[in-house]
């Protein structure tokens, strides 16, 4: 191989690294109690995509989540900090693997599980996070779990915080 072409290997290869981090979601230090920044809440799309529908998944036995709070409402407006309230619920066959759990954050779906789990402990039947800060806009978050067969269950949360 050429000297010109390793180079372009080179620089190409260091460059899907470094899209491949910032699609995976390598996120920095944040305030306390927030989950998301504004400048991220623009820089991952979150309000990319709100109003259309959440992708049909096939039916199957797979464990449940349930959002609790915010309670469900026409709009889903709240105002910030506001509680998350999530419960789990598992097939007969298999428990929730609370160790599985994640939550992904907008259209890239950047992992911001370790925001959340700095202040709660999921158990497997949930967990609850009463002051959730998210700055103003239109925000989707995307929670999944597993059960110990490896079936995974998926919930999306989209919000409006006002």
């Known amino acids: ?79 910030a900090p506001f509680a998350i309230a999530v419960q789990f619920k598992s097939q007969a066959d298999a428990p929730i693997d609370p160790g599985t759990f994640k939550v992904m954050y907008g259209t890239f779906k950047v992992d911001i599980t370790s925001r959340i789990t700095k202040y709660v402990k999921v158990t497997k039947e949930g967990f609850s996070l009463e002051n959730a800060q998210i700055p103003t806009g239109k925000h989707r978050l995307t929670m999944q779990v597993q059960d110990e067969k490896q079936r995974v269950a998926e919930r999306e949360l989209r919000l409006e915080v006002e």
């Open 1 to 79: 191989m050429s000297d010109s072409k390793a180079k372009f290997v080179a620089a190409f290869l260091m460059a899907s690294c470094a899209i491949s981090a910032q699609a995976q979601g390598v996120l920095t230090a944040v305030p306390q109690g927030w989950l998301i920044t504004a400048a991220e809440a623009i820089e991952f799309k979150g309000e990319d995509g709100f109003n259309e529908p959440p992708a049909l998944r096939p039916r199957a036995v797979v464990p449940l989540i349930d959002i609790l709070k915010p309670e469900p409402v026409s709009d889903l407006k709240v105002k």
